[in-house]
């Protein structure tokens, strides 16, 4: 069956550490893949996506996220994070038709001014 | 605003009782989908509309769920004989036709079963 998996449900960081979040899919084939985020009363929102092309992503808010094929991984990255990027993040994929888009589980990030 | 807009945000009913939420797509987006997120979980498809078909449903969208988008705009997901699992974020999100556009979430409407 199609998964995707996040392993960190909840990350503490201090404002200016470095941020990697976990991705991992177990899909056949191509993949497009999705990282979104949610902040606090608000709705899901689009950081970044992958559908072919250079496997490193650039979002937005100085997010980015690496396609590795052979890890089967789409781990996002932020080199310093604020305080406003507390939030819950989520990855997703899909592969064949669009129909059906898979989320994993999500991950908390609170930033510690 | 025009972005994904669903109502009621929150609705509170009783065990047994008929609800509908509705969802309006951003106007140009043929493509709509619902999904249900519970506390700790991502969203979980339910089901998907192309235009006005109904083109995917999800196992977990048993027969007291239904959902209908009668012109291919606006979408309601009606659940009958609610019970207190089904207390969820019901998510609508839209997209265009285009193969490399990601899904536009809406807000989302909490349903509480008492």
């Known amino acids: 069956a199609q998964s995707v998996s996040q392993h960190n449900h909840h990350v503490i960081l201090s404002e200016a550490a470095s941020l990697e979040l976990g991705c991992n899919y177990s899909y056949g084939g191509t993949v497009n893949l999705f990282w979104y985020v949610q902040y606090p009363g608000q709705h899901l929102q689009l950081l970044l996506k992958?559908?072919?092309?250079?496997?490193l992503v650039k979002g937005i808010k100085g997010f980015e996220a690496e396609f590795i094929k052979s890890k089967f991984s789409f781990n996002l990255r932020k080199p310093s994070v604020q305080w406003s990027d507390t939030a819950e993040y989520f990855c997703?994929?899909?592969?064949?038709?669009?129909?059906?888009?898979?989320f994993g589980t999500g991950t908390k990030l609170q930033v510690i001014p | 605003d025009t972005g994904v807009s669903q109502d009621p945000r929150h609705k509170i009913t009783k065990r047994g009782q008929n609800v509908t939420f509705r969802c309006d797509p951003i106007s140009e987006h043929n493509r709509l989908y619902w999904y249900r997120q519970t506390l700790g979980q991502g969203p979980e498809f339910l089901t998907y509309?192309?235009?006005?078909?109904?083109?995917?449903k999800s196992r977990l969208l048993s027969d007291r769920f239904s959902a209908e988008r009668p012109k291919g705009s606006f979408s309601t997901l009606e659940i009958q004989r609610t019970e207190q699992g089904d207390s969820a974020m019901y998510l609508c999100a839209s997209r265009s036709a285009r193969e490399d556009n990601e899904q536009f979430f809406g807000p989302g409407t909490r349903l509480t079963v008492l």
């Open positions: 509309f192309q235009n006005e078909a109904q083109l995917e």
């Open positions: 992958y559908f072919s092309g250079d496997p």
């Open positions: 997703a994929a899909y592969s064949g038709g669009y129909q059906k888009v898979t």
